[in-house]
């Protein structure tokens, strides 16, 4: 009973004092589990692998670049770009730190974030100037950022030029309707505040002939006999 009690604590005491070494063979292990589930495109599993890497060796640049690949090919952008961001702080290669700032790059070009994007590759060449791939990535990202520029710019030009349109529309529709208004004004009679002294002589005029006609009716009434009406007695 006594050396069985003993064998039991000899065997706890040997897994605590596991040396770094097979500790760090199991995370890496679980990078190998996850490779190959990646290779199989079974993205999902392969994140699951990864993060018990991770969760044996949260310092591991490689698992953290891993997972952030996995990620990414589920379209979650956010959490990969989180993933590769740790990745590069603890990431000593020069080109594998390239590496995740080229897929950071491939994500914020995916969403237009140019610039963002342009930042990430430019860091990427810093790392490794000869990666033509990320050099195209760039060159391409600067002509989208400049496209995307230039429409938003057009666009508020659209619209600037639009409402200029719209008032110098307003302006003439205004002057032609002020125009409107002067021309029905002139067909109209205007009224006067004095007679002039022509028409004044006309009226005058024609109320004298006028005088003289009635006259001459009454002297010639006056020259006919006169008839009388009849009266009935009843």
């Not at 490779?35 to 044996?56: D, F, H, S, T, V």
């Not at 100037?129 to 989208?144: H, I, M, S």
């Not at 208004?181 to 002939?209: F, G």
């Not at 009716?217 to 009843?234: D, E, G, S, T, V």
Request: charged share 30%; glycine share 4%; net charge positive.
């Amino acid at each position: 009973m006594k050396v069985r009690q003993y064998l039991t604590m000899l065997l706890l005491t040997a897994m605590c004092l596991l040396p770094e070494g097979m500790q760090a063979q199991n995370d890496r292990q679980f990078i190998r589990n996850g490779n190959r589930l990646y290779r199989q495109q079974n993205y999902a599993k392969a994140e699951i692998e990864y993060r018990k890497a991770i969760g044996q060796n949260g310092q591991n640049p490689q698992a953290l670049y891993n997972l952030g690949c996995a990620l990414m090919m589920q379209q979650k952008d956010s959490a990969a770009i989180v993933q590769y961001e740790h990745a590069a702080k603890l990431e000593t290669s020069k080109l594998r730190k390239a590496k995740v700032y080229h897929n950071i790059g491939v994500i914020c070009q995916t969403h237009q974030m140019y610039s963002e994007a342009i930042q990430a590759y430019q860091e990427s060449l810093r790392n490794n100037p000869n990666d033509n791939e990320t050099r195209y990535n760039l060159a391409l990202c600067k002509r989208q950022e400049k496209k995307q520029k230039q429409n938003n710019g057009g666009g508020k030009n659209d619209d600037k030029q639009k409402k200029d349109k719209d008032k110098n529309k307003q302006s003439d529709n205004n002057k032609n309707q002020q125009d409107k208004d002067k021309q029905n004004d002139k067909q109209q009679p205007q009224p006067q505040d004095q007679m002039s002294k022509e028409n004044a002589e006309q009226l005058l005029s024609a109320a004298v002939q006028e005088e003289k006609a009635t006259q001459q009716r009454l002297k010639k009434a006056a020259q006919q006999p006169r008839r009388r009406q009849l009266q009935r007695n009843w």
